[in-house]
């Protein structure tokens, strides 16, 4: 089948599900070659932790800037701009982790490329996807971020092991360069005269940020969003996904080293299902909701409230149980669960943000990926300096219970988001 062939709104979710692939590969990616090259250099825990959480820093800091810029000057142009500078950053700075501030400088410069790049999905996908497929086409897109992650821990330990640490910064950085080929390439703005009544159902060129008198965007609603409790619902949970998925991701590699004494080099393809896992409920999250909604089984609101509570309840059960299992497949199987039904849980909150503002989806999405980000910086943060304090009482870090706490503060923050997304989320479209 040609290209020109396949409907252009699913060549732009194809092209943001490689996006978020390959974002998640360089994710991955500093975590393993970093600790590779941290541990070599005698690096404490928490001293890795502040350098792994510093691409959070900058992460947050263009979170709600970026919804800005997508909504005012069009998510196609930011999304093609922050991959061109966080891929020349991954090329041009050497990893060296005894030269401190030039990596501080480079993370801070990557989060705050990458920070664009969620924002500007969402500003896109609003153009381009119509209500009846928002939640398989949005978990598609999303759901590369878990193939990329697992697509990392799959492949990326071997390049650090035959070619060293730095080879991995190359790397992403070509397959950065690839995928902004593919984006000038292929991606495009959606024409004003297609989907008629897109306006009405809430997506379309009509959202599109050009000077058309009366469907410029002439003022965004920021006391109004800022005050509305769906939003803080979906804020909320977004905070709670991404401490548990960020957690994970960057300290995983570290319970296996240190607290199972397995190296991951050593390890076949099981590191890679907890991520793959992901990315099948993902995609079985979109559809289930698609089909309680186009069914009429479930409404809007229903739906996302039922995926949510599922997801996060499951997450937060297999979280808590993990420092029990001693073994690497133990591991595996329970971090598979806890990842897998995130996943799940994401086709409640995070489509929520185009039920209820599809003209404001970018700001939406930015204003709780600050969330998010915040998670990431106060949990990988935290989590290395609840290490170093667990070692004092434990001498290292192979006793279960140095790890007990580390796991159990994103169990209890599922079920806390649980209760606060039943009682204030919403499907209803809230802002015109």
Known sequence: M??????????????????TSVCYIERVGFSIAYTVAADAAGINQSS??????????????????????????????VLLLSFV??????????????????????????????????????????????PHERSRL????????????????????????????????LAEALAGVIWSLLWIRYATDPPRSEHPKAAAAGFGGA??????????????PWKKIMLSLPVWAIVVNNFTFHYALYVLMNWLPTYFELGLKVSLQGMDSSKMVPYLNMFVFSIVGGFIADYLITKRILSVT???????????????????????????????????????????????????????????AGIVMGVSNTAGTLAGIIGVDL?????????????????????????????????????VFLLFSTGERIFD
Not at 108 to 123: D, E, K, M, R
Not at 142 to 163: H, I, N
């Open 138 to 169: 949005v978990s598609i897109t999303t759901s590369g971020m878990y193939l990329g992650a697992a697509l990392g821990m799959w492949l990326l330990p071997a390049l650090v092991e035959f070619r060293g640490p730095e080879s991995v910064f």
């Open 85 to 130: 500078l966080w891929s020349s950053t991954c090329f041009l700075v050497p990893l060296d982790p005894n030269r401190v501030g030039l990596l501080v400088f480079a993370r801070l410069l990557v989060g705050v490329a990458q920070g664009f790049i969620f924002p500007s999905i969402h500003t896109v996908l609003a153009q381009w996807v119509p």
């Open 383 to 419: 989590t290395g300096k609840l290490l170093e304090a667990s070692k004092l009482i434990y001498s290292d870090l192979s006793h279960p219970e140095s790890w007990r706490v580390v796991f159990f503060i994103p169990g209890l923050l599922c079920i806390f988001s649980t209760v």
């Open 207 to 220: 959202l599109l940020p050009t000077n058309v008198s009366h469907h410029k965007v002439t003022h965004i």
């Open 2 to 19: 040609k290209l020109s062939n396949i409907p252009q709104r699913y060549v732009i979710v194809f092209l943001t599900f490689l996006s």
């Open 302 to 360: 229903r739906t996302r409230k039922f995926l949510n509570t599922v997801g996060f309840l499951v997450a937060s059960a297999a979280l808590m149980a993990l420092p029990q299992f001693r073994t690497s497949n133990g591991v595996i199987l329970c971090s598979s669960v806890a990842l897998g039904f995130l996943a799940l849980g994401r086709a409640g909150f995070a489509v929520n943000h185009m039920d209820i503002a599809p003209r404001y």
């Open 48 to 77: 890795k932790g502040t350098i792994l959480s510093t691409f959070f820093i900058g992460y947050a800091c263009s979170q709600v800037p970026g919804g800005w810029a997508a909504q005012k000057i069009g998510g196609r142009k």
